[in-house]
């Protein structure tokens, strides 16, 4: 398995600022995730993290709103942009890609638990 | 479209056998797997069956895959109250990479 850090852990934010968290793997992995928990809620994901190479977003997230960066194997940020209370939620990375198969296991980091006012 | 679907609650007591149920739609999944969430923390990955296996056991964890019915079930013998968590069914799809989950089972274990 791989360690996989997030950071912050958690913030309290203003409406109408931004946040950027970072993902950070100890080891290359071939496909990063960024995945979000409303309160009470299953994961959805939000996109797929492309090395050197813009975003795949999911149906309902968009660029403008989630901007996210992967420079190389093992980084990776989300930024949620111009926040509303309705972005609380808890933000989540994932990795996979560890063993020979880019479909094998994937890993989840802690989380970022985010608090919109 | 893809789909994932659980029960809500599960109630069981302590030493007893828990069954967590799960039904998918996508025949394509490559992958289905099991994760757990204690309260205030991240998932973690329990398990996970290849999509052309029909069991596979894990110490006190069974899985069981019927494909043809498109139905995964986690049972966890002689449950324990760490076992208390909720536990999320999820499918691989395809070569993207990307779980579709399912809305977790909160599993409550009396003393």
């Known amino acids: 398995s791989a360690v996989i850090s997030q950071k912050p852990s958690r913030d309290i934010c203003q409406r109408g600022t931004s946040l950027t968290i970072q993902c950070q793997v100890d080891?290359?992995?071939?496909?990063m995730f960024w995945y979000r928990q409303q309160p009470g809620q299953s994961l959805t994901l939000i996109a797929t993290a492309n090395q050197g190479s813009e975003a795949t977003y999911e149906s309902g997230f968009v660029i403008d709103k989630f901007p996210i960066s992967r420079p190389n194997l093992t980084f990776s940020t989300l930024t949620v942009s111009n926040m509303s209370p309705e972005d609380s939620s808890i933000y989540l990375c994932s990795v996979g890609g560890l063993g020979e198969s880019s479909t094998d296991t994937q890993y989840f980091g802690p989380g970022t638990r985010l608090t919109v006012l | 479209g893809e789909d994932v679907e659980q029960s809500l609650f599960l109630s069981v007591r302590e030493g007893d056998s828990s069954v967590i149920n799960c039904t998918y739609t996508?025949?394509?999944?490559?992958?289905l797997y099991w994760y757990k969430q204690e309260p205030g923390a991240g998932l973690q990955l329990l398990t996970y069956?290849?999509?052309?296996?029909d069991m596979k056991q894990d110490q006190r964890l069974t899985v069981l895959l019927n494909k043809k019915d498109k139905h995964l079930s986690l049972r966890i013998a002689d449950t324990q109250t760490g076992d208390s968590a909720i536990y999320f069914c999820a499918e691989g799809s395809g070569n993207t990479g990307k779980l579709i989950f399912g809305q977790g089972t909160t599993l409550q274990v009396k003393p």
């Open positions: 080891s290359q992995v071939t496909m």
């Open positions: 996508d025949s394509s999944s490559t992958y």
């Open positions: 069956i290849f999509s052309n296996m």
